[in-house]
Nanobody, 114 residues
Framework: QVQLVESGGGLVQPGGSLRLSCAAS????????MAWYRQAPGQQREYVAH???????NYVDSVKGRFTISRDNAKNTVYLQMNSLKAEDTAVYYC????????WGQGTLVTVSS
């Protein structure tokens, strides 16, 4: 069973930055389209961004120009660089296969607050 381990969350002030990491225990990682999702308190999980095996990316409009998704296939890891953070970015962030979900990890909590 594939395991996804997210890390890098924390408390940050508005306008600050964080870099999230997601390590995946799968030999097919390099061929997988990987995505980041987030779930704010009391809200449903929502899509944030994805990256294809060749490095093409896509973002939800609310994070365009502020977030950058990237991957390191040698490390089976996908990243989410988050800049200019806003209070509305507060959520638990998860990564997963964009095409066919693996079991969800525990996520990493990002809190944007002054």
């Amino acid at each position: 069973q594939v395991q996804l381990v997210e890390s890098g969350g924390g408390l940050v002030q508005p306008g600050g930055s964080l870099r999230l990491s997601c390590a995946a225990s799968t030999v097919i990682f390099s061929r997988s389209v990987m995505a980041w999702y987030r779930q704010a308190p009391g809200q449903q999980r929502e899509y944030v961004a994805h990256i294809t095996s060749s490095g093409s990316t896509n973002y939800v409009d609310s994070v365009k120009g502020r977030f950058t998704i990237s991957r390191d296939n040698a490390k089976n890891t996908v990243y989410l660089q988050m800049n200019s953070l806003k209070a509305e970015d507060t959520a638990v962030y998860y990564c997963n296969n964009y095409i066919k979900s693996f079991a969800w990890g525990q996520g990493t909590l990002v809190t944007v607050s002054s």
